[in-house]
């Protein structure tokens, strides 16, 4: 079992840049797929990126790519989400997720989630 919790969130300028982090709990951390996710006020969760247990995979949403780099440190049990060029729809709330699968890109595929940190784009 792995629990989560993500930091970094906050309120950016468009075309600036946050890096979201997902730290987790746990001794068996280099197992799981995580994924991140987002969630925008009236709108489904959709998938934004996902890296592999050893980080040699990733996967990222069309909105986000070229945009947006997953990286992870297993030895600090965290997962990053550089995002840079920012604009006004990447604001919502992001969540990361974890699974045992690899690198999954639906919600009900990841079994354990964090309680979530809010972007708020400005124009």
């Known amino acids: 079992q792995v629990q989560l919790v993500e930091s970094g969130g906050g309120l950016v300028q468009a075309g600036g840049s946050l890096r979201l982090s997902c730290a987790a709990s746990g001794r068996t951390f280099s197992a799981y797929t995580i994924g991140w996710f987002r969630q925008a006020p009236g709108k489904e969760r959709e998938f934004v990126a996902g890296?592999?247990?050893?980080?040699?995979?990733?996967a990222y949403g069309d909105s986000v790519k070229g945009r947006f780099t997953i990286s992870r440190e297993n030895a600090k049990k965290t997962v990053y989400l550089q995002m840079n060029s920012l604009k006004p729809e990447d604001t919502a709330d992001y969540y990361c997720a974890a699974d045992l699968k690899s690198v999954p890109r639906r919600v009900e595929e990841y079994d354990y989630w964090g309680q979530g940190t809010q972007v708020t784009v400005s124009a």
């Open positions: 890296i592999s247990r050893s980080g040699a995979i990733t």
